[in-house]
């Protein structure tokens, strides 16, 4: 599974951006999708997360409200639309994929800033 990122780049705090990432190779496999963030000198840690087959997305405690993905199965792409941007939420996101036997794939990452 190949996982492609677009999107992210600068914005003020309070404003919004909207990310995407399409999954290419063995699609079938693939059980979720989601986002991870990593600031720098901190840990990796879940954004939000979709199953495949349905049911009601997951996020993170910090992002609730604020954030939230979808997903185009049709087309192998997730979303994650960021609004009220906060300085903090500042990172690195990573796309993720996870198969049916539970491998971990990953994107490149795409730059988030958040202006004060």
């Known amino acids: 599974v190949q996982l492609v990122e677009s999107g992210g780049g600068l914005v003020q705090a309070g404003g919004s951006l909207g990310l995407s990432c399409t999954a290419s190779?063995?699609?079938?496999?693939?059980?979720?999708m989601g986002w991870y963030r990593q600031a720098p000198g901190k840990q990796r840690e879940l954004v939000a997360r979709?199953?495949?087959?349905?049911?009601?997305?997951n996020y993170a405690d910090f992002v609730k409200g604020r954030f939230t993905i979808s997903k185009d199965n049709a087309k192998n792409t997730v979303y994650l639309q960021m609004n009220n941007l906060k300085p903090e939420d500042t990172a690195v996101y990573y796309c993720?994929?996870?198969?049916?036997?539970?491998?971990?794939?990953w994107g490149k990452g795409t730059l988030v800033t958040v202006s004060s």
């Open positions: 190779g063995s699609t079938f496999s693939i059980n979720a």
């Open positions: 993720n994929a996870v198969s049916n036997w539970g491998i971990y794939y």
């Open positions: 979709i199953i495949s087959s349905g049911g009601s997305p």
